[in-house]
């Protein structure tokens, strides 16, 4: 049965490579979904447990396929990504390459490095190339909530999950005793479906999508609370509270209430959710108890101290940095990563690279803000641009307890698709406006220029 359902995955991505190349946009789902699938099928086959790689790969084509086909039928897909937020992000990350140079852990870093490159080519470098509208983006939610739904329940039932250390992980492979999936990969997954369920709304609302939605919004939630994952759980709450009154429109005090009530159940569905499954007896509270996340949070303060301090004492690294992950070198550390975006920027790239990183910021949020503005008016897309936001949000601040620079490159993927997408929509604006003004200067009053007298003309014979 097992090697069924694996048979059928890899039916579903060859589906879907043609799928991405006919309707491009489609091929977002598979990045969102791409981790715990790729355990999921690692359960199924253990073939890929071994060939990893090869699962990812054909995910790439996927995307890759989408590329091509965005490319194929939008002549401006790849020219509406290049400018000034691109160009710094491109220098961003020549930098951190050119650090490995005087880098004292330049062994580590080339393997971050090694084992980043894939997802910095179809995260940043293809992703982008498949939207350019909010409609389009708006356009994956669903298929998204869908396809992640299933992920999950395959994930949730699967015969292999056990709970080690009060985290529910896949044991992958029959033979692999000590192998286990990151539980990070399927909390991530389930904080993302949470915060589009609860901010996604339809042009026209129907109970059926509702019923979808509050399915999503729990399997999300109980994806993360199980993996034991408190930064992707909390950060995903913060931006279902935050991002709720953004996506909805209040218009009128029946809209009000309307909202507020809808607030009030997704609230309260995330709330039960979470109780029910930390009520359970597999440990999974233990995650959460205060003593324990105080304990884990002083570790990462320590470890961020020393970085700081390390870098401190040597004004000669101050502008360019220590290089890219000299956390390692750092005396009774060992290994690892400083698991802090911004002070990894600041320490091993420097002041260079962490001005570099707040021109990026700066950037997306002058982006996101216009992108918002255009839509503000349109309930559905208003929606799809603050999910979209909070996408950008949440990679951010995931970025500030786990992942590398030159490993992780998921909150620059979002950050340049809100880019993308408002440098896209603008340029269609401005080329509409620029062909309307040439419309009526040239066919003013009725008559081309140059030919007023002949139109006169006949319109006082008319009028004889």
Same mark, same amino acid.
């Given at each position: 049965m097992m090697t069924v359902l694996g048979i059928v995955v890899l039916g579903f991505l060859a589906i879907w490579l043609l799928v991405s190349y006919f309707r491009p946009p489609l091929a977002f789902v598979l990045m969102i979904v791409l981790y715990p699938l790729k355990q999921v099928e690692q359960t199924y086959l253990p073939f !890929? *447990?071994?060939?990893?790689? $090869?699962f990812n790969i054909i995910v790439g084509f996927c995307v890759l396929a989408a590329a091509l086909g965005s490319i194929s039928r939008n002549r401006r897909a790849i020219a509406d990504m290049w400018g000034p937020f691109t160009a710094t992000l491109v220098l961003l990350f020549l930098f951190a390459v050119a650090s490995l140079v005087w880098s004292p852990s330049q062994k580590e870093a080339i393997?971050?490095?090694? +084992? %980043? $490159?894939?997802?910095?080519?179809?995260? *940043? $470098? $293809? /992703?982008? /190339? /498949? !939207?350019?509208?909010?409609r389009d983006y708006r356009s994956t939610l669903g298929p998204t909530l869908l396809i992640a739904s299933i992920v999950a329940v395959l994930f949730l039932t699967n015969p292999l999950g056990v709970f080690v250390n009060a985290r529910y992980v896949l044991k992958l492979g029959s033979g692999? @005793?000590? @192998? !286990? %999936?990151?539980?990070?990969?399927? +909390?991530?997954m389930g904080g993302q479906m949470a915060f589009i369920a609860a901010l996604t709304i339809a042009r026209k609302t129907s109970l059926p999508w509702l019923l979808a939605r509050i399915a999503a919004l729990v399997l999300g939630l109980a994806l993360a609370v199980e993996a034991g994952s408190r930064g992707q759980l909390l950060a995903s709450v913060f931006l279902i509270v935050t991002m709720y009154p953004v996506a909805r429109k209040v218009r009128d005090i029946k809209q009000f209430f309307l909202t507020a009530a809808g607030f009030g159940l997704m609230v309260s569905i995330a709330y039960l959710t979470i109780v029910v499954i930390l009520s359970g007896d597999h440990g999974e509270s233990s995650r959460w108890d205060l003593t324990l996340a105080s304990e884990h949070t002083s570790e990462r303060t320590r470890e961020i101290l020393l970085l700081m301090n390390w870098w401190w004492e040597r004004p000669q690294n101050w502008v360019f940095g220590l290089g890219a992950n000299a956390f390692t070198s750092i005396p009774g550390v060992g290994q690892g990563y400083v698991h802090n975006a911004v002070v990894e920027l600041l320490c091993e790239y420097g002041f260079f690279g962490l001005g570099t990183f707040c021109a990026l910021a700066f950037m997306t949020f002058r982006h996101s803000r216009e992108l918002f503005r255009r839509h503000s008016e349109d309930p559905e897309l208003r929606s799809a641009v603050a999910v979209l936001i909070a996408f950008g949000l949440y990679s951010f601040l995931l970025s500030l307890k786990q992942?590398?620079?030159?490993?992780?490159?998921e909150p620059y993927c979002f950050w340049l698709l809100i880019v993308k997408i408002n440098c896209s929509e603008r340029y269609a604006e401005q080329s509409y406006q620029a062909q309307l003004a040439e419309h009526e200067a040239y066919y003013a009053g009725g008559a081309l220029p140059g030919y007023e007298d002949v139109a006169a003309a006949y319109s006082n014979t008319g009028n004889a």
């Open positions: !890929f *447990v071994t060939n990893s790689a $090869l393997g971050i490095l090694s +084992a %980043g $490159l894939p997802y910095w080519l179809m995260q *940043v $470098l $293809l /992703i982008p /190339i /498949i !939207f350019a509208t909010a692999y @005793d000590n @192998d !286990f %999936g990151n539980p990070l990969a399927s +909390a991530q992942g590398a620079f030159l490993g992780s490159p």
